[in-house]
């Protein structure tokens, strides 16, 4: 099993609604990461999860925030959004490599529109 | 710091035509180079990546890239493109001091029939 599966793949919230993204990988991968593309832009790094535990915050708002469960699933819980954050949010995962020469494998994404 | 651009922000050719994706690099040491490929609302896939050895990378798909020192470029090749192709295509850069990859802005490859 080679995939990345994320769900919902298309979300649509109003600003004060609650909901959360999810990301699954069996891979045995123990990075995770969560990205947010705007259309024809290049992947901007939100959060990387390395063995269960957040490594990273891109100074990300406060309105999201990440969950690692388990070494095998990833979430990201969303909460009063504003229309510029409607995007695509990507999940990806990798080993976790002290030569930095792991690819990412990347689940589809989540379209997400904030009304 | 460590960068990425690709210049071209849209590329077009014809089915059947070759191709030839522009990639550069600023980083002090030898870095780990990577092309994906995007197609519309899709995440992405890994075409092919450099980190030693022959600079003249096979990939999936069809695609090569050949890694030039001296010129700091990894540019993508196809000899004959389908319109399968048309997708955006990003390199990447990883090195020994991060794993985090950093992106190019893309190129949009489209391809007239």
């Known amino acids: 099993d080679t995939e990345v599966t994320q769900t919902p793949k298309h979300l649509v919230m109003g600003m004060t609604n609650k909901k959360s993204l999810k990301c699954e990988q069996h891979?045995?991968?123990?990075?995770m990461y969560w990205y947010k593309q705007k259309a024809k832009k290049p992947p901007e790094l939100m959060f990387v999860?390395?063995?269960?535990?957040?490594?990273i915050n891109e100074s990300v708002p406060s309105r999201f925030s990440p969950e690692c469960p388990n070494s095998s699933l990833l979430n990201l819980h969303l909460h009063a959004l504003q229309p510029e954050d409607s995007a695509l949010y990507l999940c990806?995962?990798?080993?976790?490599?002290?030569?930095?020469?792991?690819?990412?494998?990347f689940g589809s994404g989540t379209q997400l529109s904030v009304l | 710091a460590q960068s990425v651009t690709q210049p071209d922000i849209h590329i077009t050719v014809s089915e059947g035509a070759s191709l030839e994706l522009r990639c550069n690099y600023s980083?002090?040491?030898?870095?780990?180079l990577f092309w994906y490929v995007q197609s519309p609302g899709q995440g992405l896939q890994l075409l092919l990546k450099?980190?030693?050895?022959?600079?003249l990378v096979q990939g999936i798909k069809g695609f090569e890239a050949e890694f030039k020192r001296s010129q700091s470029s990894f540019n993508l090749r196809k000899p004959s493109v389908h319109w399968s192709d048309a997708a955006e295509y990003f390199c990447?850069?990883?090195?020994?001091?991060?794993?985090?990859?950093?992106f190019g802005r893309g190129t949009s490859l489209i391809v007239h029939p």
């Open positions: 990806a995962s990798s080993q976790v490599s002290r030569t930095a020469n792991e690819k990412l494998f």
């Open positions: 891979m045995g991968h123990r990075a």
């Open positions: 999860y390395s063995y269960e535990k957040l490594s």
């Open positions: 980083y002090g040491a030898t870095p780990y």
């Open positions: 450099y980190f030693s050895g022959d600079t």
């Open positions: 990447a850069l990883t090195s020994g001091g991060s794993y985090i990859p950093t």
